[in-house]
């Protein structure tokens, strides 16, 4: 499968802040990119997700910017609260593939 | 619905034990997954399943790894003998269609 990589790694940020993750994916076939989220001995959820014909979504806290030509798309938390923290992972698929390609996850800790 | 049901949900054993994990998928659902989760790797699919027949076992590590979904409501993956290094968490998804993905809690094997 081809990759979706996704950075960083980890990342803390203050209550109240902006929280953003970024994904890159190399298969022009993908038209459905999600994020999860996983909290400790769970498994991950749908948070949000969005397809290739819109640059960007919202829901509540939580906007997915996409940008089609770089092959590029960010989680971005608003407001950044510490029940956000979590690992999140991007995902790509769709386009003829079954399933998802999974980025390799963020671990996000938002400190009171 | 309950969602997705995973057992165990831990799992110790012996380096060169059987370990079999089980999965009831979502009822309805017609496509089923496998991952691994370690932290090296991060969410790897191991096999999919739709409407109980295996489409992709590319992910399949090596022999040692086998995966049946005998009806539309089970599914198991079983490692004949395990190794140390397959320790990791172990998920079940399953999707009607192929967007949202619904994952189990997962199964937590150490294999000493």
């Known amino acids: 499968q081809q990759q979706v990589k996704q950075s960083p790694q980890s990342l803390i940020v203050q209550k109240g802040g902006i929280s953003i993750i970024n994904c890159a994916y190399e298969n022009t076939a993908f038209d459905y990119f999600p994020w999860y989220q996983q909290f400790p001995g769970k498994g991950p959820a749908l948070l949000i997700a969005i397809r290739p014909d819109v640059s960007e979504k919202k829901e509540g806290r939580f906007t997915i910017s996409f940008n089609k030509s770089a092959k590029q798309f960010s989680l971005h938390i608003m407001d950044s609260q510490p029940g956000d923290s979590a690992t999140y992972f991007c995902?790509?698929?769709?386009?003829?593939?079954?399933?998802?390609?999974f980025g390799k996850g963020t671990h996000l800790i938002i400190q009171p | 619905d309950a969602g997705v049901i995973q057992s165990p949900r831990h799992e110790v054993t012996e380096m060169g034990q059987e370990v079999t994990l089980r999965c009831k998928p979502i009822?309805?659902?017609?496509?089923l997954f496998w991952y691994r989760q370690t932290m090296m790797r991060g969410l790897e699919l191991l096999i999919y399943?739709?409407?109980?027949?295996?489409?992709?076992d590319s992910g399949m590590p090596e022999d040692r790894f086998s995966a049946k979904m005998p009806n539309a409501s089970f599914s198991t993956l079983k490692i004949q003998p395990s190794e140390p290094r397959d320790s990791a968490v172990y998920f079940c998804?399953?999707?009607?269609?192929?967007?949202?993905?619904?994952f189990g809690p997962g199964t937590r094997l150490l294999v000493l």
């Open positions: 009822s309805g659902h017609d496509y």
């Open positions: 995902a790509g698929g769709g386009g003829g593939a079954d399933g998802l390609t």
């Open positions: 399943f739709n409407n109980n027949v295996p489409i992709d």
């Open positions: 998804a399953s999707t009607k269609g192929l967007e949202t993905q619904y």
